[in-house]
């Protein structure tokens, strides 16, 4: 091995060219291009961009999404998430909360929350760990099945601790309720 390259018999390979070429293909492709598409732009074999999804893949199915708060265990429960191949994560402390609401002008606060629920209404699924305050707000403007995992009364002063086995039975049966449907 060279630094970030490597020599295979008479040929110099460097990983940073790969990793660049990964990144332009995942780009492309999240964007919507199909795979046809993109091995056009990038002149790149169509059945080469096949292979590297099925290698990269975590899972198919649902969008879903984690919002929980006030999160004692916040980091286990996003890495949690993040094997489990949840597409987004939005936990955090209590301490945290306050500092979100706290460096925003009541307007700037107000938008967020509103581009906030505009992204979410194109989630399958939101997990919400939260008070019940919070699960009738997110019934009510969101479109989507609302999982909810109560950690208590409003409102809810103190971090509290998410069950990281709770929450993965929980994504089991979300992921296998698409693969029989």
């Keep these: 091995m060279l630094g970030e390259q490597f020599r295979v018999g008479e040929k110099i390979i460097s990983t940073a ?5 990964v990144h ?4 492309l492709r999240s964007q919507g291009l199909s795979q046809q598409e993109v091995a056009k732009i ?3 074999d169509r059945p080469f961009i096949s292979r590297l999804e099925s290698i990269g893949e975590v899972r ?3 969008k879903i999404a984690l919002i929980g ?4 265990n916040k980091e286990e429960v996003t890495r949690l998430a993040r ?4 597409d987004y994560i939005w936990v955090m402390s209590e301490r945290e909360r306050w500092e979100f609401v706290s460096k925003r002008t009541a307007m700037d606060f107000f938008n967020q929350v509103i581009e906030m629920i505009a992204m979410l209404k194109a989630y399958d699924t939101v997990i919400l760990a939260g008070s019940r305050k919070w699960k009738k707000i997110a019934e009510a403007l969101l479109d989507s099945q609302i999982i909810f995992l109560e950690l208590g009364s409003s409102p809810i002063k103190e971090d509290r601790f998410l069950d990281p086995d709770s929450l993965k039975m929980i994504l ?3 992921l296998e309720d698409h693969e029989f449907r």
């Design 83 to 86: 094997t489990e191949g949840v």
């Design 172 to 174: 089991k049966q979300v």
């Design 24 to 27: 332009s293909i995942l780009e």
């Design 60 to 62: 198919k199915g649902k």
């Design 17 to 21: 060219r790969i990793k660049e070429a």
């Design 69 to 72: 708060f006030p999160i004692q």
């Design 42 to 44: 990038l002149h790149l």
